[in-house]
């Protein structure tokens, strides 16, 4: 297995954080990290609020609720708010370019997988916190209209190692030559 395989494969969802404060030379990597992510037409649509700040940790954990990374909020020592600009990825001459639209979800879905990989790499855990009140951290954070709020990662590293949760079988959920017929049952390798 190689090293990205492996770094795919070993990242989890982390919820409890020691309070070690993140190198610079680190953050700056996880950033680096979100910069090089693919990109619709290379728009790099995304922006990114790096909060450290004790009481605007709580601020924006107040716009958390019972989510399950609610603690992640305050107890990690950075939380990276990813921000979106609307109506630029999937767009050519102003229309949207696909039956989907603003292509701005698939393109943060992309920067965040890229943090949270290279944040695992450094050691670093990461929780891709989606469930929250946007309007209120749009508020807080003062985004402007132009973008969205799409995701809140609490960062820092682990106070205990997370289990893998089961997955499903490749025989699951890949298809081979149209949908319904399982790869591998007349040519492909099983598993």
Request: glycine share 8%; proline share 7%.
């Amino acid at each position: 297995m190689n090293d990205v395989t492996r770094t795919i494969r070993e990242r989890r969802s982390i919820r409890r954080y020691r309070q070690d404060p993140i190198p610079e030379a680190d953050l700056t990597m996880l950033l680096e990290a979100v910069r090089w992510s693919p990109s619709w037409a290379n728009t790099q649509c995304w922006d990114v609020v790096v909060v450290c700040e004790e009481a605007l940790k709580r601020r924006l954990q107040a716009a958390v609720g019972s989510n399950p990374a609610f603690d992640a909020m305050v107890d990690a020592p950075v939380v990276l708010v990813l921000c979106g600009r609307k109506d630029r990825a999937g767009f050519k001459k102003g229309e949207a370019a696909t039956r989907y639209g603003d292509w701005m979800m698939y393109d943060l879905g992309l920067a965040n997988q890229s943090l949270c990989l290279a944040a695992h790499a450094l050691g670093l855990g990461t929780v891709i916190v989606g469930k929250f009140d946007h309007a209120a951290a749009e508020r807080i954070l003062g985004v402007p209209e132009t973008h969205a709020v799409v995701t809140m990662v609490p960062v820092g590293y682990p106070a205990q190692p997370a289990a893998a949760p089961p997955r499903k079988a490749l025989r699951e959920f890949v298809h081979e030559g149209a949908f319904g017929t399982p790869w591998g049952m007349q040519t492909g390798p099983q598993g």
